[in-house]
């Protein structure tokens, strides 16, 4: 089996003639060959023997010492020269091939200069062989390069002091060597206990030393390959690749992907190489073409997704300047232009660039079931992964069930009747079957067959409609259609977001991938799986009448992105074109643009906005209408939000949208928004007296025990006189604000703050409910008292997500911080809430310089965070409130983005009443209600303007390259 090692050209004439006829692609998938073809070497052989023989030969450490210096040289000309060529041709694949020829190269100088060292015989039996990736001639700019030193019979002193000058100056030029030194029998042994050794073997190729011995081993390892089931070995490395997937999220759609082991990485198709040469003893990709397993247009596919892979990491590694394979947000910006990516078509050139990424790995996922079909019908033994025909098989028309899987008969075919595709995903959700590789490679065939007239055919969306809104959840089924290529096809507006990157730090998935999770989210409130996180959409979904229109709503409320404008109005205006087609009647389609139209409206009233303020229930419920349509909206807002990332929606969250809900509905069927506030404010404050007096009256006392500053615990016993004293302090808008277990622990607190000599207090009650820490601060009032809360916060490392301003008449104010960790989590730790009471407390009494620990805070920023392009923007409207001027500022987030914008707004003589902070990502979006000095909203159109230029001097003055403005500021 010695092609297991043969990656060299084709040798007869005839064998040229059929590789240029296979064209371009051969040459992407041997990089080796393909360089040694068209380059000159990258090392001067002769100018490197010249330049050693005059080194002084008479003293070893000077002349190793000289060697060491001349090759360090000439490597990092041929590394400068490589690099030059990389950004030019932006081709890795001459790169990876040129890496490699180099160190074929410097392992040949090294073995003659360890002979010569050594004073052993040439003759003396050894063998220098690449493994791995070097074996199969491809070496990233940092990949560690695997050689196996073979030997003839055992290692004598002579071939092991060979052997470690050898190594030594390797690692002296700063190369990574993963090496083994072995006979030809210990490779077989080793190669039968463990696959990683099999694995290397099975692209082993001879460098340097003797070739007889290099081709011994490939004869030895060859037979031992035909004696074992290959099967086997296919199963164990696709098992093993699925537990790699599993490991870094088992998805290929994420925002940094892993390029080398994510899925649809490098390793994926590494792992298709190895078992088709493992199965089908083949040496090259054209012996794969040659044997009927992929045709030469896949193999071109194949190629080109290699090729881009390879750039890609070459690139990353010489950004990173170390064997990284995660392709972060800052690497895909710097990398996107050395790859002749440009802005185009509204979307940015990082955005193609990711899309172009996506596409590759969808293209290594169809590969790897064409592969899987092939094998499947080619080794009918059954085994663990590959079911096969000895179960019962059973006809659904043209369609078998066999073993779990769906297939068509081989004498029918899809392009005949396209109806066909749309009818096995139909049959395979309908059953909860698998589709059989090799029909799923009938359908990439096929794909030309969905054309306009299949797309207009009515019996083709009728069952298109039907998997969307099966009961049976979509979202497995909607995926294989998805990465098949059939939802782009069928769905043109759909095929523009496939692949399509999101690039912020908010959106963990790509458009499509996003969209088809929010689909599995919607079938899991409706089935009850979401109760627990979602009890108000699960309640809700029961009672909705345009079930068809909310699930079409999920597919489309994205399908607008990257269009250069406002996605929700210009997907409105999609959903007006596809939904007819789609078989919805006039209202159904009306529903649904209305609710691509708004669906971020809900989450951005509840999440910025005051919902105690009756005009902003009352505008909310004039843009909502109707109760169908709240509800229709409340669950759409929650699949999406859920659908962002594994930790965007939290308790917080829910306890916001559960309250928009309520106020909402209650308006839409009668209320009147103003009286439900004071009613709500009345109520709230008879049940706190009912909790507080209520019980004191009848013998039971309530105690409430609190950790403060002081870390005392406090019961108190209320009457009907303190607790009114105590009531009226507070205005209305506080009722509204807070439930009544808060009022209660609110009226304690208040009660021990009298009681203090040091007048303040701070309670920190951590809530797992919320996914967040309450932080209550009890103090005199003091204009610069809330920025330097929030700066204190910062520095600690803590975000805000929420914060809630309370003056009372007696001068004193109660603020209510929620606090969350960088990971939206509840902030627990007792250490770190000992180390925010410390500097909160500072902060309170200006005893602690803010500007100077948002520095150090600043300087730990991730820098891929800085150089996110965040336009900001402040607008401020007298149209939410009727009582108060909401100014809402969008930015950057940074540390210390709230102590800066609040500092500023005291500058400005502005009252701030309530404060609510979004953070999506690096965006960070603060919503205020403020009033002037008088009590008043700002009106002045003068005064209005001057509010929008300095806050957004602010945030201009906090860009990176203004390093010296983080610290900006008094010490306070």
């Known amino acids: 089996m010695s092609g297991l090692i043969d990656i060299s050209a084709p040798k007869t004439a005839a064998a040229d003639k059929a590789s240029n006829k296979r064209g371009l692609w051969h040459r992407w998938v041997v990089p080796l060959v393909s360089v040694m073809e068209s380059h000159e070497p990258p090392l001067d052989m002769a100018e490197i023997e010249a330049a050693c023989a005059a080194i002084d030969e008479s003293k070893s450490a000077k002349r190793r010492a000289a060697m060491l210096a001349l090759l360090r040289d000439r490597l990092a000309a041929a590394r400068t020269q490589q690099k030059s060529e990389l950004t030019e041709t932006k081709d890795g694949v001459i790169y990876v091939g040129l890496n490699a020829w180099m160190i074929d190269q410097l392992l040949e100088i090294l073995r003659r200069e360890a002979v010569r060292a050594t004073g052993g015989k040439p003759s003396e039996d050894m063998a220098i062989v690449a493994v791995g990736g070097y074996g199969r001639g491809e070496l990233a700019p940092h990949s560690d390069i695997d050689i196996l030193f073979l030997v003839k019979n055992k290692v004598t002193d002579n071939l092991k002091s060979r052997i470690e000058y050898i190594l030594y100056m390797l690692w002296d030029l700063g190369l990574k060597v993963g090496h083994a030194t072995r006979n030809a ?156 990516f440009a802005d185009r078509g509204g979307l940015r050139a990082v955005e193609r660039f990711m899309k172009r990424y996506y596409l590759a790995a969808r293209d290594v996922g169809n590969l790897t079931r064409i592969f899987c079909a092939a094998m499947e019908t080619d080794f009918r033994k059954r085994r663990k992964f590959f079911q096969n025909s000895f179960k019962v098989s059973r006809d659904i028309g043209e369609f078998q069930l066999q073993a779990g899987r769906i297939s068509l008969s081989e004498d029918v075919l899809f392009r005949d009747a396209p109806l066909r595709i749309l009818k096995l995903f139909q049959l395979a959700q309908e059953h909860d079957a698998d589709i059989h590789p090799q029909t799923l490679h009938r359908i990439t065939r096929a794909m030309p067959s969905i054309d306009a007239e299949t797309r207009a055919d009515p019996a083709a969306n009728a069952l298109f409609l039907d998997i969307l809104t099966s009961s049976t959840n979509p979202e497995r089924i909607l995926r294989l259609m998805n990465e098949s290529g059939v939802i782009g096809r069928f769905l043109p507006d759909f095929g523009r977001i496939v692949a399509m990157m999101q690039f912020d730090m908010y959106h963990s ?15 899991r409130i409706e089935t009850g ?4 996180v979602a009890p108000v959409a699960s309640e809700a979904m029961p009672e909705i009448g345009s079930r068809r229109a909310l699930f079409v709503a999920v597919l489309l409320h994205d399908i607008a992105k990257g269009r250069g404008g406002d996605h929700s109005i210009l997907g409105a205006e999609v959903a007006q074109k596809v939904c007819p087609r789609l078989g919805l009647t006039p209202a159904e389609t009306e529903t649904v643009a209305w609710l691509v139209r708004h669906h971020l409206l809900m989450s951005k009233i509840a999440f910025r906005y005051d919902l105690n303020d009756p005009k902003t229930i009352e505008d909310f419920a004039a843009i909502v209408q109707s109760p169908e349509q709240l509800r229709l909206l409340l669950i759409l807002t929650v699949a999406d939000i859920r659908a962002v990332g594994p930790t965007i929606w939290n308790g917080w969250k829910a306890a916001l949208m559960r309250d928009l809900f309520s106020r909402t509905d209650a308006v839409l069927k009668g209320a009147d928004p103003t009286v439900i506030a004071q009613g709500n404010a009345d109520m709230a404050r008879a049940l706190a007296f009912e909790k507080l007096v209520g019980q004191t009256e009848t013998g039971q006392t309530e105690t409430s025990k609190t950790e403060t500053n002081t870390g005392a615990t406090a019961a108190i016993t209320w009457s009907a006189a303190t607790f009114e004293q105590h009531a009226d302090n507070f205005p209305s808008t506080y009722w509204t604000g807070f439930d009544v277990e808060s009022h209660c622990k609110h009226a304690a607190l208040c009660q021990q703050f009298q009681k203090l000599e040091t007048p303040l207090l701070i309670d920190l009650s951590p809530d797992q409910g919320r996914r967040a820490t309450e932080m209550t601060v009890i103090t005199v009032d003091d204009p610069g008292l809330f920025s330097r809360i929030a700066g204190a916060v910062a520095a600690v490392g803590v975000n805000i997500a929420s914060a809630r301003i309370t003056t009372c008449s007696d001068g004193t104010v109660l603020d209510v911080f929620y606090l969350q960790t960088i990971d939206n989590q509840v902030v627990d730790d007792a250490a770190l809430l000992t180390r925010i009471r410390d500097f909160v407390t500072k902060a309170a009494v200006g005893k602690m310089r803010i500007a100077d620990a948002l520095s150090a805070r600043w300087q730990q920023t991730p820098k891929r965070i800085r150089r996110f392009p965040v336009p900001p923007r402040v607008l401020l409207s007298n149209n939410i409130s009727k009582t108060h001027s909401v100014i809402e500022v969008n930015g950057r987030d940074f540390p210390g983005f709230l102590h800066k914008i609040t500092r500023c707004m005291v500058g400005l003589g502005l009252q701030i009443q309530s404060s609510s902070i979004s953070t999506y990502g690096e965006r960070v979006v603060d919503v205020f209600y403020v009033k002037d000095i008088f009590g008043l909203q700002i009106l002045n159109e003068r005064r209005q303007q001057h509010i929008r230029n300095a806050l957004l001097a602010v945030l201009q003055a906090s860009d990176e390259n203004d390093a010296d403005e983080i610290r900006g500021g008094d010490a306070a």
């Not at 290699?306 to 590694?317: D, E, K, N, S, Y």
């Not at 799986?529 to 627990?532: K, M």
């Open 185 to 340: 029998a210990d490779c077989i042994d080793a190669a039968k206990e463990d696959q990683t050794i099999l694995t290397g073997l099975l692209e082993m190729r001879h460098v340097a030393g003797d070739a007889n011995l290099s081709q011994q081993l490939s004869d030895m390892f060859g037979a031992y390959v035909d004696k074992t089931k290959p099967l086997q070995f296919v199963e164990e490395k696709l098992a093993e690749r699925d537990l790699r997937h599993q490991r870094l999220g088992d998805t290929r759609y994420v925002v940094e992907p892993n390029i080398k082991d994510g899925k649809g990485g490098l390793r994926d198709l590494h792992t298709l190489l190895w078992t088709v040469k493992y199965a089908y003893r083949a040496t090259s990709l054209i012996d794969i073409v040659d044997q009927g397993i992929l045709r030469a247009s896949e193999a071109r596919r194949f190629a080109a997704a290699q090729r881009f892979l390879w750039t890609v990491r070459c690139h990353l590694h010489l950004y990173a300047g170390r064997p990284e394979e995660r392709l972060d947000f800052e690497a895909q910006m710097v990398i996107a232009p050395l790859m002749g």
């Open 509 to 523: 998935y790509t458009v499509d991938e996003h969209t088809i999770k929010a689909l599995g989210i919607l079938h």
């Open 529 to 532: 799986g979401l109760t627990g």
